[in-house]
């Protein structure tokens, strides 16, 4: 590894060392922040699978629901316990009686902003180990975040999002909920990207970024993971002089080729950077249709003032350099839980971009 990037894994390492630990008690207006609980019950593992998944993407405790009786074959004997198990529930929902025992969970429910319920469905309703979880604690859920992840086979989850809401009548459920059949698992990766882009919870981000500097402005791209954007991100910092074209971009032929892989994107996004052919780096500050085909390298999460910054003709742009004022936080500034945006601001109400939150890089779409 060259010297530059030990230094940013190096920074990187710095920031997330002094911001870890710290709380957080801020109560933000429609994005999830602050603590989350991914609680959930699995029989045969896919929602496991689902859940391990889950976990990559998120910052999250998880705690699995165990029945107090082990080994028991909820599927035997034509899901004989199984369906006798949500029958008793279902004639005496308000009776504790009807649950079935669970081992203690090891988490203390009124402590998290966001509990993530992830269950199987059983006979339309939810599993009943899960239901038993829910019975005690839902009250305790009072004004949480809530979202539902279920599996079935193939049975739609109305009824199991009705058992979340009546053993959770505060929550604040968001919308949509996550259905993930049993055959769609090995799905799951992508299916968790898209839900979560939906009810905007923040992810964590592993790619790395970039910042893009012009005309008094600074923006921050996230790099493709491709050997393209790993190449062009091992020539930075770089300043060049970049050219106008057409009203929609700027672009500047490096003295060396990077590798390609170039595909037709269809349309180029405002903030999009580009490899057109081997060694042309263009910085798109228009969004429009193209036939075109180019190797993507990043594409700059905040385009507010960017075709300002570049102007109207060619325009010097200085690629990466770490000298985000992040590095300048001090540690008795920082609150736990607090999210910062790149250049070192606590941000009261992060929307969209990326910010640093307990010592990750945290992507807000
Ligand atoms: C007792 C029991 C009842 C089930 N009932 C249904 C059902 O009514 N409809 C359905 O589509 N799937 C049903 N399934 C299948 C599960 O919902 C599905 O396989 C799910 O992915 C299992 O998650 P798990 O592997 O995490 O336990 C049932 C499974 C069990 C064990």
Same mark, same amino acid.
């Given at each position: 590894?060259?010297?530059? $990037?030990?230094? $940013?894994?190096?920074?990187? /390492?710095?920031?997330?060392?002094?911001?870890?630990?710290?709380?957080?008690?801020?109560?933000?207006?429609?994005?999830?922040?602050?603590?989350?609980?991914?609680?959930?019950? #699995?029989?045969?593992?896919?929602?496991?699978?689902?859940?391990? #998944?889950?976990?990559?993407?998120?910052?999250?405790?998880?705690?699995?629901?165990?029945?107090?009786?082990?080994?028991?074959?909820?599927?035997?004997?034509?899901?004989?316990?199984?369906? #006798?198990?949500?029958?008793?529930?279902?004639?005496?929902?308000?009776?504790?009686?009807?649950?079935? /025992?669970?081992?203690?969970?090891?988490?203390? *429910?009124?402590?998290?902003?966001?509990?993530? *319920?992830?269950?199987?469905?059983?006979?339309?309703?939810? /599993? @009943?180990?899960?239901?038993?979880?829910?019975?005690?604690?839902?009250?305790?859920?009072?004004?949480?975040?809530?979202?539902?992840?279920?599996?079935?086979?193939?049975? &739609?989850?109305? @009824?199991?999002?009705?058992?979340? !809401?009546?053993?959770?009548?505060?929550?604040?459920?968001?919308? &949509?909920?996550?259905?993930?059949?049993?055959?769609? *698992? =090995?799905?799951? #990766?992508?299916?968790?990207?898209?839900?979560?882009?939906?009810?905007?919870?923040?992810?964590?981000?592993?790619?790395?970024?970039?910042?893009?500097?012009?005309?008094?402005?600074?923006?921050?791209?996230?790099?493709? +993971?491709? /050997? @393209?954007?790993?190449?062009?991100?091992?020539?930075?910092?770089?300043?060049?002089?970049?050219?106008? %074209?057409?009203?929609?971009? !700027?672009?500047?032929? %490096?003295?060396?080729?990077?590798?390609?892989? &170039?595909?037709?994107?269809?349309?180029?996004? @405002?903030?999009?950077?580009?490899?057109?052919?081997?060694?042309?780096?263009?910085?798109?500050?228009?969004?429009?249709?193209?036939?075109?085909?180019?190797?993507?390298? =990043?594409?700059?999460?905040? *385009?507010?003032?960017?075709? !300002?910054?570049?102007?109207?003709?060619?325009?010097?742009?200085?690629? =990466?350099?770490?000298?985000?004022?992040?590095?300048?936080?001090?540690?008795?500034?920082?609150? +736990?839980?607090?999210?910062?945006?790149?250049?070192?601001?606590?941000?009261?109400?992060?929307?969209? =971009?990326?910010?640093?939150?307990?010592? !990750?890089?945290?992507?807000?779409?």
């Amino acid at each position: 590894m060259d010297l530059k $990037k030990l230094m $940013k894994r190096f920074f990187v /390492a710095i920031v997330s060392l002094m911001l870890l630990g710290c709380n957080g008690d801020e109560v933000l207006a429609n994005t999830p922040s602050g603590r989350t609980l991914v609680v959930y019950y #699995s029989f045969t593992g896919n929602v496991r699978a689902i859940v391990n #998944s889950l976990g990559g993407k998120i910052e999250a405790d998880v705690v699995e629901i165990e029945p107090a009786e082990e080994g028991l074959d909820y599927a035997a004997n034509n899901y004989a316990i199984g369906s #006798s198990l949500i029958e008793a529930i279902r004639n005496n929902p308000n009776d504790a009686d009807s649950y079935p /025992a669970i081992k203690d969970v090891a988490a203390d *429910v009124e402590s998290y902003d966001n509990i993530i *319920v992830a269950t199987p469905l059983w006979w339309s309703q939810m /599993a @009943a180990p899960m239901q038993t979880f829910l019975f005690h604690n839902g009250a305790k859920m009072k004004d949480k975040n809530i979202a539902l992840i279920v599996s079935s086979a193939s049975s &739609p989850i109305a @009824a199991t999002v009705a058992d979340a !809401k009546r053993l959770i009548p505060e929550g604040n459920f968001l919308e &949509p909920n996550l259905w993930i059949k049993s055959s769609q *698992v =090995g799905n799951a #990766s992508a299916l968790i990207d898209q839900w979560l882009n939906q009810i905007q919870f923040p992810t964590i981000m592993n790619n790395d970024t970039l910042s893009v500097r012009a005309g008094g402005y600074t923006f921050t791209a996230i790099l493709e +993971d491709n /050997a @393209a954007a790993q190449a062009f991100n091992e020539m930075c910092p770089l300043t060049v002089n970049m050219s106008e %074209l057409n009203g929609n971009e !700027k672009y500047y032929y %490096l003295d060396q080729s990077l590798p390609t892989q &170039p595909s037709n994107p269809g349309t180029i996004n @405002a903030g999009d950077i580009m490899l057109y052919g081997s060694s042309c780096i263009v910085v798109f500050y228009k969004t429009f249709s193209t036939s075109y085909s180019y190797t993507k390298i =990043g594409h700059i999460t905040d *385009v507010t003032n960017l075709a !300002k910054a570049l102007g109207t003709g060619s325009v010097s742009v200085t690629f =990466g350099g770490d000298d985000t004022a992040i590095s300048n936080i001090k540690a008795d500034e920082v609150k +736990d839980g607090n999210y910062y945006s790149i250049d070192g601001r606590v941000v009261s109400d992060p929307k969209h =971009g990326i910010f640093i939150h307990n010592g !990750k890089k945290i992507l807000i779409k």
